[in-house]
């Protein structure tokens, strides 16, 4: 079991920027592949940037590429996002999750944190 908690969400305006930070429960982060997903009113949830258990490779969707970064902290249990240049298109609840050791699927999932980006 991996709990999970986000923080440093908030309100920006365009062109500014925020780190959001995940902070995991328990001895066995380190062997998880985390992401970040959003989700916007009225909208699916979104994936937006993964990292591998190591933190050696990254992925992240098309719309954040080049303004946003992904990393993590096996340590200190916690993975962290880097939005620059936030646009008001990028206004959602921000979900970290943890992805299972067996599939693909993402199991473990945080309440979120509400970015908001104002133009």
């Known amino acids: 079991q991996v709990q999970l908690v986000e923080s440093g969400g908030g309100l920006v305006q365009a062109g500014g920027s925020l780190r959001l930070s995940c902070a995991a429960s328990g001895r066995t982060f380190s062997r998880y592949k985390m992401g970040w997903f959003r989700q916007a009113p009225g909208k699916e949830r979104e994936f937006v940037a993964a990292i591998t258990r190591s933190g050696a490779n990254t992925d992240y969707a098309d719309s954040v590429k080049g303004r946003f970064t992904i990393s993590r902290d096996n340590a200190k249990n916690t993975v962290y996002l880097q939005m620059n240049s936030l646009k008001p298109e990028d206004t959602a609840v921000y979900l970290c999750?943890?992805?299972?050791?067996?599939?693909?699927?993402?199991?473990?999932w945080g309440q979120g944190t509400q970015v908001t980006v104002s133009s």
């Open positions: 999750a943890a992805q299972s050791l067996v599939t693909v699927d993402y199991i473990y």
